[in-house]
């Protein structure tokens, strides 16, 4: 062990025997840490940010001017230009970022990725989308995280995603149907994004605050499993995580231990 671990096990021995004997006190306690001798792995993917795609109204008041917080990824993408903003790239470089999440937190309740590819034109015009969100992540140089909506689509939805996100162009066409690596090759992008981790939902124990007010934990997490399926049966090197609830928020106690249960052997 380094020297910081067993450091940090002597005091936990030093502490069950204080407690038990109280034979020493805390005072006598001691630890020295070598800063240059802690030798940990930090896993790179934990400096990430959140890229926001959807309906400005959701942050903005109707009666205030209109400044685009939520539409474009927050100003990472120019519309006007049809490319990623360079200064706003470089920025996320400097900083760090490693990963971005897409498209954002609850704004994906009613996020339908199907109407984001395609011309422009038919798109909604309040959105940041979805081939898009990748070229940015490919400008920065990041790994992305896809948040798949609870509540707007099915499980063949989100099949359908993995398969133009990631499937080959080569008419293999794995969910039949529409062949959505030959559509995403006539959207202008031939190779696929190869994109590994996936998310199902955000903070379903809550609902969507709008017409369903709360999801139990067990509703969820057999759900999630459909979802699992139908996603993995396309690629099964993708990575699916589920929600869990901050303990501390007791209004949701049980929540986690339900969705462990009935789907903790298909949480990535």
Known sequence: MSQLKTALFALMLFTLYDCRHKAWSASEALIEVDPQDISVQVNPLVFGTNMIAYNPATFEKRSKPYYGLSNYGAGIWDPSARSVNPEVAALA?????????????????????????????????????????????????????????????????????????????????????????????????????????????????????????????????????????????????????????????TYYSGWNEKVFATAGLYID
């Open 93 to 249: 470089k400097e900083v760090g970022v490693t990963i971005a999440r897409f498209p954002g937190g609850c704004g994906t309740h009613h996020y339908n990725w199907k109407n984001t590819i395609g011309p422009v034109e038919g798109r909604p015009n309040f959105q940041y989308w979805l081939d898009e969100f990748m070229r940015t992540c490919e400008s920065i140089g990041c790994e992305s995280v896809i948040t798949v909506s609870y509540y707007t689509g099915t499980e063949s939805d989100a099949a359908d995603l993995v398969e133009y996100l990631n499937s080959p162009n080569d008419g293999t066409n794995p969910g039949g149907g529409t062949d959505w690596a030959a559509l995403r090759a006539a959207n202008g992008r031939e190779e696929p994004y190869h994109v590994t981790y996936f998310e199902f939902g955000n903070e379903e124990y809550h609902g969507e605050h709008k017409d369903m007010k709360k999801v139990s934990g067990t509703e969820y997490g057999r759900k999630f499993i459909k979802y699992s399926r139908a996603m993995k049966a396309i690629d099964p090197r993708i990575k699916l995580g589920a929600v869990t609830v901050n303990p501390a928020q």
